[in-house]
């Protein structure tokens, strides 16, 4: 299924795409709200007894954020050195982490440079394939495509805030 | 804003639902292992001390779901007494709480009968308001649309999954 260009003009297939990205940018002030509500020391505990802290957690969804940038191929990573601490190893994996006010910067950063790139893609854009999935498996699952990223993505924050959000006492 | 009837036989337009579509339907499946991968005595813990039981969430999430019927205009709650035992309530109100085993059997009828209504929605059906938003609002946010619920409800379950997963042990 080729994304046609056709609808390129219709504001129908602009209304799909803002839907999604609609759900993408509140989800981000939401989780903006949360980390600002915290103290770097709240951030320094963990969501539950021996589960993963707040500032891994944070140092996390940075990481997963920033991987979307070559994903979409929309650019590179902002802070590929994430990955390896905040994806690729749990949270006491003895590796040193940013501190908690370089990780909000990133966050922020992140993001931002995210949805700068989300607002100007097309639509047909959107449901082009995006880049860890070879052309076969696309041919034959055309859901896996650019939107479908940030609607997953999306659904990633809201997993990680139901934990973080144990951190209020 | 009003959804065109033109794009009704574009398989772009289908294909932006289903990209949506597939999201939810992958989350259900994933909530589904994770139900059955748990006996109804581990259901009875909190997920972090002084938190919600496992038991809870799964009837708040098979409210919330249920509730979605007459949001999209689709038709009634199967299960409307569970709105009062696990929305309205916090999850130590001390009202009676349906067995698991009854629990589980309302999740799963209440997926499926959604997914059913679902895959009969045709595209332009998907950007029209649900019963939740009034006209005017709508014209100003058509972004809060019937897709809209179902990107929210399938980031609602992401969110309580993310809790849910820390009553593995």
New interface residues.
Partial sequence: ?N??S??QT????G??????L??WEI?VNRMNAFFESMSDDDLMRE???G?NSGIYLLGHLTAVNDAIMPLLGLGQKLYPHLEKIFISSPDKSGLEFPTAKELRRCWNEVNEGLLEHFVRLE??EW?AKHAAVSADDFAKE??R?R??VV??R???M??????LI?LRV
Same sequence: chains 1, 2.
């Fill in positions: 299924m994304p046609g056709d609808f219709s504001p129908d297939a209304l799909f795409v803002h839907t999604t609609k759900a989800q969501v539950a007894p589960r639509p047909a449901l055309p859901h495509n939107l479908n609607i997953s999306t659904t990633h809201h997993y990680h805030l139901g934990q144990l």
